[in-house]
């Protein structure tokens, strides 16, 4: 009897192990799943978001990696600037941490929100969240762990700076999140310290430092190649372009801004394509090639309604985040002075009610010492 025991005991430990280590296993798939499609992000947006959908579905009762996916889908409808997908998944995500232990997770969903809010210009929304997950950061007790969190956390803070206040406040920020990115040495980092130098390069642009704006655009370039982020080398060139269209050197600038032109074919970036045809129409209006002026002319005036009904979904898609965070605070509002008023109202019955036991019971001693009163007045009189 007592061999059968230890059997079953042996089988059912052995079946929990196993479920551990294939569940470890599955884990560690998806991480490298996710970790390979990342670099399509920038490349193949498309494949990017096929890759997420796979992930997602066949997760199973995998919750972090089911996060990972939506989260996946939601970089690479962001870089394809289609906001107002990139949030629908990022939402999905969200409604499912609160069944997720993982705080690095949460940490970077957090990271994601801010991200999002900023480029559909929530501002205070987009604060809000960095704010939240800079907590959790400072809060995660393993430190070589926050690295790239941290990195990515200063970054967006400096868009957002670069927008709201002035260049120099976010190239210190763009500065501190590069240092941390570095720290990290992995292959994602880099597509994020290119996006950084990128905006470095435009803010030294803003405070006409060419030499340093074309240094920026370089590392940007260099940085985007390492990880083959075309997207990220196209609008590395761009800015090269930029500057060169500023110096007079309108030929350079259209060498440039050829071959973003060719990188940028596959990644359907409409803000990108839109500012290589004005780029490419304003080099060769200041040459005088009028044919090629009238080709890239028309085709930046064609994109340009595009992002004009992109934009429009995602002004709209802020102003509903807005009302709901409107019509959120208000209900909150309202049920704090419904429990403040039924508390009040219950504490004066309570109150009430003490009162009128204190009053009934005052009333019964007065009418007990009158009875004794009158008892001592009828034995007198006897």
Known sequence: MRIKINRNYFIFVYSILLTHFMYAQSYKNCDSIVNGATNEIYSNPDKAIKIGESIVNESGKNID??????????????????????????????????????????????NKQGIIYHQLKIYDKAIQCLDQAEQFILDYPIKDSIHNDLGKNFIARGFIYKEEFNCDIAIDFFDRGISELLKEKTKPAYSIISIAKYNKGNCYILLSNNQLAIENFNQSYLAAKMVDAKSLQAFANKGIAQVYTLEGDYSGAITKLNEALLLSDDVQDLILNQEIYKGLSENYLATSEWEKFNIYHSKYLNIQKLIKESERKSI??????KNTEITKTLTEETSRVYIYLLSSFIGLLILLLFFSILIKKKRNEIILIKNEINLLQVKKMK
């Open 65 to 110: 990696c089911k996060i990972k996916g939506y989260k996946l889908i939601c970089n690479a409808y962001s870089s394809k600037r289609n906001y107002e997908k990139a949030l629908e998944n990022l939402n999905k995500a969200t409604e499912l941490l609160r069944l997720s232990n993982n705080a690095l997770l949460k940490i970077d969903i957090l």
């Open 316 to 321: 709209s898609e802020s102003l509903d985040l």
